[in-house]
């Protein structure tokens, strides 16, 4: 029986789909991932969308799917019957009776009364999960983000959701902008904790180049961010997860109560996705692809009934090297016994060149202390093996 239960989980891996939808209701200032503000072609592109869920069927040699993921973009742009129709498809393609956990990204702008009652229509597709982009409570820092939302918004958007019955509720906070200083942050942080939400994923406020932001910070439009403040505050933020019961176990992800998001801890396990929409990314274990980025030739590859992205076949290097980049951000760590002599070798040597103050290595496993996750990349980068020749 034991034996028929282990040969059992590792045949029967499951794996998750991600959906991007590339619309936005107008652009925040920060954002370098893919969307368009305008909806002129949304029709066409629920039509290619439900077409390339039928090309890439095969893509995930049969798998079953333990996790959807719908966001962009904001999918909270597209009506009821446009997110029915994608889920009608997805049931017709895909077995997904092991759904575990279907997460929607929404903004709080979109997060009416009637809007939400929409959106629990959803259930019967197993819809159990609310990812809602808030990035602040307070309105100073909302304008200099250019959101499309309020702090009033993004209040009442959570106790609706919440007054609908769903509790699996992650928000996003953003801390380092200018307009925040540190009192504030601590505000946001409480005002999150009192609203009782289990899952929240904050990030620092980062100035990508060519991002609209980038432009006015160089144009002394903008405040530019200071990078002192942003380590104080992740500093302020671990402290005050931990002190409320939170688990960061990712860096930039706490949750209470074993809320973590399923989705992406699988992403960092390695199982295989596949990214559906423009600009996603997919995973089989072998190869990485991701769509083009466009959404007019997204639409007109699929109208010819082409799948439009590039691909990568991973070396050895590329798989563990990628491996020691995401499990080291990760409260799991990075475990160096799954990978032959010569590999643990060379990572133990590079080992040699980082701080003792920064890591733990215990029973094989590498995990970052909390001096550590300060220099996470800088660490990963250090500890990257060589390709072989
Ligand atoms: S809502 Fe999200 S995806 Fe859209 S512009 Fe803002 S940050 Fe980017």
Known sequence: MILFLIINYHTSTLAGIYIHIPFCKQACNYCNFYFSTSLGNKDKFIQSL????????????GEKIETLYLGGGTPSQLTIGDLKLLLEKLQS???????????????PDDLTEEK???LSELKKYGLNRFSIGVQSFFDEDLKYMNRAHNAE?????????????????????????PTMNDEYWKKNLDIAFEL???????????VEPKTSLDKKI????????????????????MDEMRGHNFEQYEISNFARDKK???HNSNYWFGKKYLGLGPSAHSFNGVSRRWNVSNNINYINSLEKNELNFEEEILTEAQKVNEKIMISLRTMWGFSITNYEL???????????????????????ILRLTDEGKFFADKIAATLFIDEVE
């Open 50 to 61: 439900l077409r390339e869920i039928e090309l890439s069927n095969g893509y995930l040699q």
């Open 93 to 107: 393609v895909y077995d997904l009776s092991s759904v575990q956990e279907f997460t929607i990204e929404t903004n």
């Open 116 to 118: 939400i009652k929409e």
């Open 153 to 177: 918004e993004a209040i009442a958007s959570i106790k609706r959701v919440q007054n609908a019955g769903f509790e699996n509720i992650t928000i996003d906070l953003i801390y380092g902008t």
């Open 196 to 206: 009782n939400v289990p899952h929240i994923s904050s990030y620092a406020l980062t």
């Open 218 to 237: 160089l144009k002394g439009e903008s405040k530019p961010v200071d990078e002192e403040q942003s380590a104080r505050q992740f500093k302020m933020l």
């Open 260 to 262: 973590h998001a399923i």
């Open 342 to 364: 010569r590999i643990t070798n060379e990572i133990q040597r590079s080992l040699q060149q980082i701080d003792a103050a920064h890591y733990t290595f215990e029973n094989g």
